[in-house]
């Protein structure tokens, strides 16, 4: 079991930057893969970065690419998502989640376990 809580959300201007931090709590974090996704009002959940157990590999949506970066410290069991250029586009909200057996994957499915998610507000 892989218990998740996201931070570091709120409202920041276009351009502008944030970190988000996902810290997880029990024993299986440092074999999880993790990953960020977001959800707009009236849209799906889409992928934005996936990280692998080691943080040797990452994945990115396009249209982050460049601009956000996802890390990990699996000594302090969290994760994180530095995000730049920060645009009115990337209004969402931000969940973090753990896929036990992947290397880090884009696809909602594969992730067994979810934090409550934290909103992200750029306005335009």
């Known amino acids: 079991q892989v218990q998740l809580v996201e931070s570091g959300g709120g409202l920041v201007q276009a351009g502008g930057s944030l970190r988000l931090s996902c810290a997880a709590s029990?024993?299986?974090?440092?074999?999880?893969?993790m990953g960020w996704f977001r959800q707009a009002p009236g849209w799906e959940r889409e992928f934005v970065a996936a990280?692998?157990?080691?943080?040797?590999?990452?994945l990115y949506a396009d249209s982050v690419k460049g601009r956000f970066t996802i890390s990990r410290d699996n000594a302090k069991n969290t994760v994180y998502l530095q995000m730049n250029s920060l645009k009115p586009e990337d209004t969402a909200v931000y969940y973090c989640?753990?896929?036990?057996w992947g290397g880090g994957s884009s696809v909602v499915v594969d992730y067994d376990y979810w934090g409550q998610g934290t909103q992200v507000t750029v306005p335009s």
């Open positions: 989640a753990a896929d036990p």
């Open positions: 029990g024993s299986a974090f440092s074999t999880c893969a």
């Open positions: 990280i692998s157990w080691s943080g040797h590999s990452t």
